[in-house]
Nanobody, 123 residues
Framework: QVQLVESGGGLVQAGGSLRLSCAAS????????MGWFRQAPGKEREFAAA????????MYADSVKGRFTISRDNAKNTVYLQMNDLKPEDTAVYYC????????????????WGQGTQVTVSS
């Protein structure tokens, strides 16, 4: 099992930026996909971005493509989500998740989850 702790959320004005961090511990992540999901009030949790720990390939939801960047720091066992040009519709709780031996957006395949961090974008 992987333990995940998110940080970096907060309140920002539209057009601003935030960087979320997800510190992972508990096991080697070499065969994991690491993802960021988000859940707005009254909505389903949705995929935002993912990165392969082994080779660094990335994928993004259309809604964040070109504005968000996911990256990893192997030495720190940390995944980041740089969010630029934030919009009010990006307001949500953002969750970091880990999926062993998987590459994709299917939420149910992400086995381990962090506690979430709130991002609020004001207009």
């Amino acid at each position: 099992q992987v333990q995940l702790v998110e940080s970096g959320g907060g309140l920002v004005q539209a057009g601003g930026s935030l960087r979320l961090s997800c510190a992972a511990s508990g096991r080697t992540l070499s065969d994991y996909a690491m993802g960021w999901f988000r859940q707005a009030p009254g909505k389903e949790r949705e995929f935002a971005a993912a990165i392969s720990w082994s080779d660094g390939r990335t994928m993004y939801a259309d809604s964040v493509k070109g504005r968000f960047t996911i990256s990893r720091d192997n030495a720190k066992n940390t995944v980041y989500l740089q969010m630029n040009d934030l919009k009010p519709e990006d307001t949500a709780v953002y969750y970091c998740a880990a999926a062993p031996r998987f590459w994709g957006v299917t939420r149910m395949r992400y086995r381990d989850w962090g506690q979430g961090t709130q991002v609020t974008v004001s207009s």
